[in-house]
């Protein structure tokens, strides 16, 4: 099926209590770190989505804050299929750090504090939105 048009989807940035945020590996996303997230549904907005997303990929529980970012992906490197993506970064706080994941689109997680996490090899999406929170502050 050919993408007629861009795609709206929400990445969740979750904070746990200790100010840690999840990322995740997904094969989707090969050799990087990302965060959970995927499609905005017809008719959801992106705070439920977000929250949805987040059950399903991670099995967490989580309040939306605010919007943190928005990036334009016009297909991008290293996803692994060639889409565009409007892609809507929501910090959201977690309300237990007990993560379950998947085991289909998420295959691994770490808690890491932001300005650490700037030492895994995230991808570039994830990367920006984690240098607007340190910039902006909490």
């Known amino acids: 099926m050919t993408q007629r048009y861009p795609e709206p989807v929400v990445g969740a940035f ?3 209590r200790k100010g840690e945020m999840l990322f995740v590996r997904s094969y989707k996303w090969p050799g990087v770190i990302t965060v959970p997230g995927g499609h905005i549904e017809l008719g959801e907005d ?6 949805r997303e987040a059950k399903e990929e991670v099995g967490i529980n989580l309040k ?4 943190l970012m928005m990036h334009e992906a016009i297909y991008p490197k290293g996803f692994y299929k060639k889409r565009h993506y409007i892609f809507l970064d929501i910090l959201c706080l977690a309300r237990s750090s ?3 994941i998947d085991g289909d689109e998420i295959q691994g997680y770490v808690w890491q504090k932001p300005r650490a996490a700037l030492k895994l090899k995230l991808d570039s999406f994830t990367r920006a ?10």
């Open 14 to 16: 979750i904070l746990n």
């Open 46 to 51: 992106a705070n439920t989505a977000v929250v």
């Open 64 to 67: 939306p804050i605010k919007l």
């Open 98 to 100: 007990k993560v379950k």
């Open 129 to 138: 939105t984690v240098l607007e929170y340190i910039r902006k502050g909490k």
